[in-house]
C-alpha cells in the first residue's frame, strides 16, 4: 500500500459532463501529481501542485483543471468530456521537501469510461 | 526536455532464466532514474532509482538495473524470473538540471514470464 488513496475506483458518464476525481496523498507528503494513462499515450504528466500552489503543469487540456487544499487533498476535474478522455487518471505524491531525488508514490488510480 | 525509450512493447522469459528489460533517456543535466512495476488494476509500485554514485542499483524483490552514461541506458535486470514477475514496467527520468519535479515515463515493457 503505498499510501495515496484516490476516490472514486471507477467512474462511467456520459459525453459532455464534468467528473472530480480526488487524491489524499501520503501523510507527510507537500507534491501531489496528476497522471493520465491510456493505451495509446501511455502515461502523460498533467499538472503538479506543491503545497497548494500549482508547480508544473505537463499536457493538460484546457477542460481539465486541479487545485490542492489547504489539507492537502487534490481533486481533478474534467469537464465537456469526450470518448477520448476515457483512461485512468493516476495521482502520485512526493515526500516533503523538494528532493528531486525522491520517488513518486502513485495511488491505485482511477478508471475514467465515457459513454 | 526529458525523454525515455524502452524500445521493446514485450519480453518474454522462461521461468528461472535471466531477464532483461531495456530503457535509454535524454536529459540535458545529470539524470535521475527509476523503475517502476504495475500489475493490473493497480497503481505503479517503486522499484529502485539511480541518483549518482555506484552505476549498479539494487531494488525491491530482486530486481537491480545498471546505470550506463555513455550509452544513456539504465537497464532493469533480474538474475532469474519468477511467474509473479509478469507485469507492466516503466522506466522514468528526472532531469536533474530541468528545475521541475516531474518524472516523465516511457511508454511501458510487458513482462511475461513462463512457467
Known amino acids: 500500500d503505498s499510501g495515496v488513496t484516490q476516490t472514486p475506483k471507477h467512474l462511467i458518464t456520459a459525453t459532455g459532463q464534468r467528473v472530480t476525481l480526488r487524491c489524499s496523498p501520503r501523510?507527510?507528503?507537500?507534491?501531489v501529481y496528476w497522471y493520465q494513462q491510456s493505451l495509446d499515450q501511455g502515461l502523460q504528466f498533467l499538472i503538479q501542485y506543491y503545497n497548494g500552489e500549482e508547480r508544473a503543469k505537463g499536457n493538460i487540456l484546457e477542460r481539465f483543471s486541479a487545485q490542492q487544499f489547504p489539507d492537502l487533498h487534490s481533486e481533478l476535474n474534467l469537464s465537456s468530456l469526450e470518448l477520448g478522455d476515457s483512461a485512468l487518471y493516476f495521482c502520485?505524491?512526493?515526500?516533503?521537501?523538494?528532493?528531486?531525488?525522491?520517488?513518486?508514490?502513485f495511488g491505485n488510480g482511477t478508471r475514467l469510461t465515457v459513454t | 526536455a526529458q525523454s525515455v525509450a524502452q524500445p521493446e512493447d514485450q519480453v518474454n522469459v522462461a521461468e528461472g532464466n535471466p531477464l532483461t528489460v531495456k530503457c535509454t533517456y535524454s536529459v540535458s543535466g545529470n539524470p535521475y532514474l527509476f523503475w517502476y512495476v504495475q500489475y493490473p488494476n493497480r497503481g505503479l509500485q517503486f522499484l529502485l532509482k539511480?541518483?549518482?554514485?555506484?552505476?549498479l542499483v539494487k531494488g525491491s524483490y530482486g530486481f537491480e538495473a545498471e546505470f550506463n552514461k555513455s550509452q544513456t541506458s539504465f537497464h532493469l535486470k533480474k538474475p532469474s524470473a519468477l511467474v509473479s514477475d509478469s507485469a507492466l514496467y516503466f522506466c522514468?527520468?528526472?532531469?536533474?538540471?530541468?528545475?521541475?519535479?516531474?518524472?516523465?515515463f516511457g511508454k511501458g515493457t510487458k513482462l511475461s514470464v513462463i512457467p
Open positions: 522514468a527520468v528526472r532531469d536533474s538540471g530541468a528545475g521541475s519535479y516531474q518524472l516523465t
Open positions: 539511480y541518483i549518482t554514485g555506484d552505476n
Open positions: 502520485a505524491s512526493s515526500p516533503k521537501g523538494r528532493s528531486e531525488a525522491s520517488p513518486l508514490h
Open positions: 501523510s507527510g507528503d507537500l507534491s
